[in-house]
């Protein structure tokens, strides 16, 4: 059934959105949060990296609100990301932590440039990440981070990319970039 989940003061809570009637109440992953839940199939993810904290990642059941797994990372602002069974997770600090969605066996954590506030942006093919100096990772996921280029924008951001109607918006402090396919 629809859900609308929220995360924050030491909880994660989901909602009927119709109702407003609480389907299920998790004690974590911390007091703060910032990022947006993400999810697949059977498990919803969220992230917390101030303490204090229960988890730096979590995963829930989405119909009972039972922790399936936990595991640490340490990261506050960026949202994470599911694509198949990897969970990616963007740590404030520059490093990426990528996950098995259904064990939470970490995969893999690799350093990236500068420090991150934006969230990863996944098309068919590639994910995109910009740092807050201004370069912008294009990457695969696999058993490894698969970097295909790093580009740079000439100036600094903290705004995750936006995708559709194929193309690509990229914001920057002073610039809006369009990026599309001919």
């Keep these: 059934q629809p859900q609308l989940i929220m995360s924050g003061q030491g909880h994660v809570v989901s909602y009927n959105p119709i109702t407003g009637d609480t389907l299920w109440t998790c004690e974590g992953p911390g007091l703060s949060t910032i990022g947006t839940a993400s999810f697949d199939d059977e498990l919803v993810f969220v992230t917390c990296g101030a303490p204090p904290m229960i988890a730096g990642v979590m995963a829930i059941d989405a119909l ?3 922790i399936a797994w936990q595991a640490d990372a340490m990261a506050n602002v960026p949202s994470s990301l599911v694509v198949d069974n990897q969970l990616l997770v963007t740590e404030d600090r ?13 995969k ?3 350093r990236l440039g500068g420090n991150l506030s934006a969230s990863p942006t996944a098309t068919e093919n590639a994910i995109y990440l ?14 490894t ?3 295909i ?16 109607g194929g193309q690509l918006f990229l914001r920057t402090e002073r610039a809006l970039f ?3 396919q001919q």
């Design 130 to 143: 910009p740092d807050e100096s201004g370069t912008v990772s294009v990457f695969r996921l696999g058993d």
């Design 64 to 66: 009972t609100g039972k």
């Design 145 to 147: 981070l698969e970097l």
């Design 178 to 180: 369009c990026i599309e």
């Design 108 to 110: 893999w954590r690799e």
């Design 94 to 106: 520059g490093t990426l932590v990528c996950f098995d969605t259904k064990t939470g066996e970490k």
């Design 149 to 164: 280029a790093e580009n740079d924008l000439g100036d600094g951001g903290f705004a995750s990319p936006v995708i559709t």
